[in-house]
T-cell receptor, first 115, second 118 residues
Framework: DTEVTQTPKHLVMGMTNKKSLKCEQH?????MYWYKQKAKKPPELMFV???????INESVPSRFSPECPNSSLLNLHLHALQPEDSALYLC??????????????FGPGTRLTVL | AQSVTQLDSQVPVFEEAPVELRCNYS??????LFWYVQYPNQGLQLLLK??????LVKGINGFEAEFNKSQTSFHLRKPSVHISDTAEYFC????????????????FGQGTILTVHP
């Protein structure tokens, strides 16, 4: 299995809602990433988990809360979002630092719309 | 820290013509380089990567890229494009120095939209 899967594909939520994005990989990768991508822009890194520990938080607002329950799963919990948070949210995974390999495999993304 | 400049935001080309998408990078340490492709409403797919060794790298879908250390470039080429190559292409770089703060973090260029016309 060489795939990163993301659910849901699309999500519409109000500013008072709480929702979660889910990402899963079964490649044995030990690093997982969340990116945010606005239209016609490159992906912007949000969080990195390395060996199930949060290793990088790129000063993301606390209304985004990541969670890594195990080495295959990555969640992004959303609460009290703003309309400007509407974007494509991409998950990626890689073998991890200790493997010395850095190519990241991306999921198809979740298209989030905040009303 | 690293930075990536993709010199063309849009490249229109006719089917079966050759194409080159240009990428320059800046870094104070040695780097690994990548090209990703993104089709509309999809995630990113790795086209090819340079880690070490031969400076000419071959990837999927007939693409290749050449790493030029002296010019800090990693241009992407294809000798004959197809309509299906229409997509956005991102050049990305990461530090090759273990333990640094940028280790494992990808820095992307702004992207080049390749449009192949019949």
């Amino acid at each position: 299995d060489t795939e990163v899967t993301q659910t849901p594909k699309h999500l519409v939520m109000g500013m008072t809602n709480k929702k979660s994005l889910k990402c899963e990989q079964h490649m044995g990768h030990r690093a997982m990433y969340w990116y945010k991508q606005k239209a016609k822009k490159p992906p912007e890194l949000m969080f990195v988990y390395s060996y199930e520990k949060l290793s990088i938080n790129e000063s993301v607002p606390s209304r985004f809360s990541p969670e890594c329950p195990n080495s295959s799963l990555l969640n992004l919990h959303l609460h009290a979002l703003q309309p400007e948070d509407s974007a494509l949210y991409l998950c990626a995974s890689s073998q991890g630092e200790l493997a010395g390999v850095h190519e990241q495999f991306f999921g198809p993304g979740t298209r989030l719309t905040v009303l | 820290a690293q930075s990536v400049t993709q010199l063309d935001s849009q490249v229109p080309v006719f089917e079966e013509a050759p194409v080159e998408l240009r990428c320059n990078y800046s870094s104070s340490v040695s780097v690994y380089l990548f090209w990703y492709v993104q089709y509309p409403n999809q995630g990113l797919q790795l086209l090819l990567k340079y880690l070490s060794g031969s400076t000419l790298v071959k990837g999927i879908n007939g693409f290749e890229a050449e790493f030029n250390k002296s010019q800090t470039s990693f241009h992407l080429r294809k000798p004959s494009v197809h309509i299906s190559d229409t997509a956005e292409y991102f050049c990305a770089v990461t530090s090759a120095r273990a333990g640094g703060t940028s280790y494992g973090k990808l820095t992307f260029g702004q992207g080049t939209i390749l449009t192949v016309h019949p």
